[in-house]
């Protein structure tokens, strides 16, 4: 049976929606989805399993009736879903008593409920979140009752606030596949027989990496399971180091550079670090106009060297001030900080005088 | 370090001076306007050297007021000194045009480089050289003024040790950074933010509550409409039911509508035939009455009359059978029969009469018959008419009980009717209710879609208000992180602020320490307990008590000064002693004070060179037996 298992697809989620050039990413997320429905269209497979959190939020009854008319439009497609903890079932949810199209398997039961599906000899288990957070390891113990079936686990979750997942334990019910959603970064077990889809579209500046959803083939003989890239854009990291002779324009230039050599599509998470002019500031709002750029962390240290000027200084209020800082075994950020910024006031006065 | 030559080329009123001096004790003693001040402008102005000031204030300023009157080029002088056995000479040209300084290792003959010379100096500038080895006396000051120069004084010699860093300069740029930082990251706005945070999640809860409401509103009309539905449905089947009775109902109404429209035209029917053998009864009545039989019994009386008379014509068949009988007597007698032929004449006479009889007989009998039969005839006809009325009568009542028995059905009928209407009456009738049940579901289902529809919008107000406060959360992030960035500067200041009052502290404590030792020397025990607090306030422990500085004696006074200083110097120059330069220092000291504070200083310091136009000074040594260079100038 071909299958393709995605999940934590947080329609309605808008990232980086402050930034100008994201300020249609709450739509790119749900063209993503759609564009992955008519994918199955032209190139069918038997399931389509999300495996929770399909919303980022409670559902708004016309975003349900948008979902459901998508997979209306692949009947031959059975769709298993479940609720995942950010779109769990809570009172007065339109998952409740939503009729959805005859292709879908809800698994909207608050206990394991296993599903049946007679023509793909397919048997289906799962359960839907009723709460944000469930701490009883519900997938850890289930019985498995008719192993001649294909059995496919839809679990979402695996942290401690999220069903944790005892994955030896959940392996022993005899699962010929363990869909798995929450965690957001795709992740194969084939020993296991188990997989974290990944979130479709990265969601948070976190989400560093590659994203899609996993294509698979499943029988009683074994399993076959391939990631596929699906996401427009994915967050991508950039280390950025600057050296004292740099300038503004110049760090923006040479970003914009590495912009170009890995997808101006994509979005970036800018760390800047090396060594600055201490009387250089850099500009990070510049720095971000430079493409997608989601944030700059400036990192750089100002190009002093302590220990030299610890021993120039060592009798005067300088070298009193720096020996605290450069004995102790390790600094924390704001003694750093600290440091840099009192060092800078008392040399900018040594030098007044001089 | 001593000063063991100084050669006054051009300086003031000195033309090629020159003074030797010795280790120890030194006493320059002159009168006033000897030059003493002028000695005393030259060494520091061969250390720190003299510039002559710029614009108005050049006028009177030191470089002015020394400047020889003539050849200003040989504004200058050189002086000896012995650092560490090793000997210098500084050499140096005040005059702004010649500007020279140079100072030569005079033992290996080589002039020191600058950082030569900042290594012999040893942080000795002009400041540290006013605050410590160079003591004049507070004289003229008042109390207060001289209180405020201590106390400024022991302040500069606390926070900077011997290097000075603009610490003023130093917080300044702090701050600057500080408001920098503050500005950029709008800090000044986090209240305003928190503010808005706090009525975004009120706002929060609020929409969750009412959607809340809204749910709870939405799962009632879910239950009512469950409830309609199931009354709908008994009533629908009780509905059923009824129709089905209903139906039943109208099919026998129908039919029993069918019969009495039956019955009705059956009524009117026999009501017309009725009518007409009535009327024709009367019609026969009257042609009876005609006749004048009114009844049956004047039939009957009518009908025998004519009966009764016979037909026969009773006297000619006497007549003929008297005949007949006759002719047979005739015969008989006159028998046989042949004898007949011959016996004819008689009996044929009788047998002609006979016959004759019979003729007349048969006439009679016609002429009869045709009598009666023509009164037979009218009898026949009225006892037709008779019949006929009889016949009609007979008709008459049958008609009659036919139509009463119609009359009867047909009421019959119409009860049943009225039944039937009456039971169809008491059919309990359900259209009405399912129709209020119709509607009221509808409404409710109105309801219910437009509860969800404003369940949709707070939702999405939710979100709304959810991004809101996802801006403000990263604004304060922002926020937050420009505060750390200020607790580092903040943190800096402390430090600094810290460090410097370390230094104060140590130096304060190292300086009392020292100060109370030469104050010792000098008050021959008095006093041996100076100290200076955190505020800088001086004051002496006496062995009674503690004297803060405004409540001494102005020769106590500048006795804690000069202890102050030799302190100071002591600190500063560790390693390498200075010069004590004494101007006139001694002139509010009582002798005794005097007396031990020079005979101290003779014993324990390396060089002291005492200014005076005193000759006490000089007058004590003697007395006290010291060892001494005096020169006079």
């Given at each position: ?71 209306s439009?692949?009947?031959?497609t ?28 809800f698994?909207?039961?608050r ?46 979750g ?20 363990v ?65 004292p ?29 090396g ?22 962390q400036?990192?750089t ?29 390790e600094?924390?950020p ?9 060092t ?11 | ?6 050669q ?39 250390l ?151 009525s ?10 009412e ?5 709870a ?44 429209i ?16 009535q ?45 007949l ?54 009898i ?43 039971k ?38 939710e ?34 602020e ?11 404590k ?41 409540k ?60 005076s ?21």
């Open positions: 049976m071909r299958f393709i298992h995605t999940g934590d697809i947080h329609l309605g989620a808008t990232p980086e929606s402050k930034r100008k050039w994201a300020v249609n990413r709450g739509d790119e997320i749900w063209n993503t989805f759609e564009r992955l429905i008519k994918k199955i269209k032209i190139e069918p497979v038997e399931m389509l399993i999300i495996a929770g959190d399909l919303f980022h939020r409670q559902p708004l009854l016309r975003e349900i009736k948008e979902v459901d008319y998508l997979f439009t692949i009947p031959d059975k769709v298993v879903l479940c609720a995942g903890n950010h779109d769990a079932i809570k009172k007065g949810s339109f998952y409740h008593d939503f009729k959805w199209s005859d292709n879908v398997i698994l909207g039961d206990e394991i409920e296993s599903v049946e599906i007679p023509e793909l000899n397919v048997c289906v288990h799962g359960l839907s979140y009723y709460q944000t957070e469930i701490t009883d390891a519900m997938y850890d113990h289930i019985i498995v009752n008719k192993p001649e079936q294909i059995n496919i686990l839809v679990a979402h695996g942290d401690e606030k999220h069903i944790p997942i005892n994955k030896k334990k959940v392996a022993m019910s005899g699962f010929d596949y869909a798995m959603g929450h965690i957001h970064k795709p992740e194969i077990d084939e020993k296991y027989k188990m997989a974290y889809c990944g979130s479709l579209e990265p969601i948070d500046a976190n989400d560093i990496g590659e994203r899609g959803y996993i294509y698979g083939e499943v029988d009683k003989k074994g399993l076959d399971l391939e990631f596929v890239l699906f996401a427009k854009r994915i967050y991508k990291e950039i280390n950025f180091t600057v050296t002779t740099v300038t503004n324009m110049e760090i923006r230039h040479r970003i914009q550079d590495i912009l170009k050599e890995q997808g101006e599509d994509n979005m970036y998470r800018v760390t800047l670090n060594y600055r002019d201490p009387d250089f500031d850099i500009k990070i709002s510049d720095i971000e106009e430079a493409g997608n750029i989601v944030s700059v400036d990192e240290v100002p190009d002093y060297d302590f220990e030299e000027l610890y021993e120039d200084n060592r009798d005067n209020i300088l070298g009193m001030f720096i020996e605290r800082y450069i004995t102790s075994p600094m924390t704001l003694q750093r900080k600290t440091l840099y910024y009192g800078k006031a008392l040399l900018d006065a040594m030098e007044d005088r001089l | 370090m001593i000063i063991k030559e100084i006054l080329i051009s300086f003031g009123k000195f033309n090629h001076k020159v003074i030797s001096l010795q280790p120890g004790l030194n006493i320059i003693y002159g009168e006033n306007e000897a030059g003493k001040t002028t000695l005393h402008t030259f060494i520091r102005g061969m720190f050297g003299i510039e002559k000031q710029r614009g108005k204030a050049s006028a009177r300023d030191t470089y002015t007021k020394y400047e020889p009157w003539e050849n200003s080029s040989n504004y200058q002088g050189m002086m000896r000194i012995e650092n560490n056995g090793v000997n210098y000479r500084i050499e140096r040209n005040f005059s702004k045009e010649h500007k020279v300084f140079k100072i030569v290792n005079e033992d290996l003959g080589i002039e020191l480089s600058q950082q030569e010379i900042e290594e012999l100096f040893e942080g000795l500038d002009e400041s540290c050289y006013y605050n410590t080895v160079s003591i004049s006396q507070l004289g003229s000051v008042t109390d207060k003024e001289l209180e405020s120069v201590l106390k400024n004084y022991a302040a500069n010699l606390g926070s900077t040790k011997s290097m000075e860093i603009d610490m003023k300069r130093a917080f300044a740029d702090l701050d600057e950074q500080r408001k920098k930082i503050m500005a950029e990251n709008k800090i000044g706005e986090e209240e305003l933010l928190l503010k808005s945070m706090d975004a999640k009120d706002e929060l809860e609020i929409t969750e509550r959607q809340h409401t809204i749910i509103s939405i799962e009632q009309k879910k239950e009512i409409e469950q409830h309609l539905l199931v009354r709908k449905k008994e009533l629908s089947s009780l509905d059923a039911k009824r129709l089905e009775e209903l139906a039943k109902n109208n099919e026998r109404k129908e039919n029993l509508y069918q019969e009495m039956r019955l009705t035209s059956d009524v009117e029917k026999y009501s017309a035939s009725l009518l007409q053998i009327e024709h009864g009367t019609k026969l009545k009257e042609q009876l009455s005609q006749k004048g039989i009114e009844d049956n019994d004047t039939m009957e009386l009518l009908t025998d009359k004519v009966l009764n008379k016979s037909n026969m014509p009773i006297v000619f068949i006497l007549l003929m059978m008297a005949c009988g006759t002719s047979i007597g005739f015969i008989v007698g006159n028998f046989p029969l042949i004898a007949f032929r011959q016996y004819w004449m008689k009996p044929a006479i009788c047998m002609g009469g006979a016959v004759v009889f019979l003729i007349l007989s048969i006439i009679k009998y016609l002429f009869n018959r045709n009598k009666k039969s023509k009164k037979l005839q009218a026949k006809e009225l006892r037709l008419t008779m019949d006929k009325l009889d016949a009609a009568r007979h008709e008459e009542v049958y008609v009659r009980r036919q139509l009463d028995s119609k009359e009867e059905a047909l009421a019959n009928a119409k009860e049943m009717m009225k039944a039937e209407e009456e169809e009456l008491q059919l309990e009738d359900y259209s009405e209710e399912l129709r209020q049940l119709d509607s009221e579901e509808r409404e409710n289902s109105e309801a219910i879609s437009k509860a969800q529809w404003i369940l949709d919008q707070k939702k999405e107000k979100i709304e208000t959810e991004k809101k406060i996802e801006e403000i959360t990263a604004r304060l992030h922002k926020i937050q992180n420009a505060k750390e960035e200020i607790a580092a500067i903040d943190a800096a200041k402390a430090h600094i810290e460090i410097a009052a370390d230094i104060r502290n140590n130096f304060g190292k300086l009392n320490e020292r100060a109370s030792y030469y104050m010792g020397k000098i008050t021959g025990g008095k006093y041996d307990n100076v100290s200076i607090d955190a505020n800088l306030n001086i004051s002496i422990n006496s062995k009674r008590a503690l004297i803060a500085s405004h001494l004696s102005k020769g106590t006074v500048e006795q804690v000064y000069m202890a102050l200083r030799l302190a100071a110097a002591d600190i500063i120059f560790e390693k390498d002693k200075k010069p004590i330069l004494l101007d006139d220092t001694f002139a509010m000291y009582d002798n005794k004070r005097m007396g031990n504070t020079i005979k101290f200083m003779a014993e324990n310091m390396e060089q002291v060179i005492i200014f136009c005193h000759t006490r000074e000089k007058l004590m040594a003697d007395k006290l037996g010291l060892k001494y260079k005096l020169i006079k100038l």
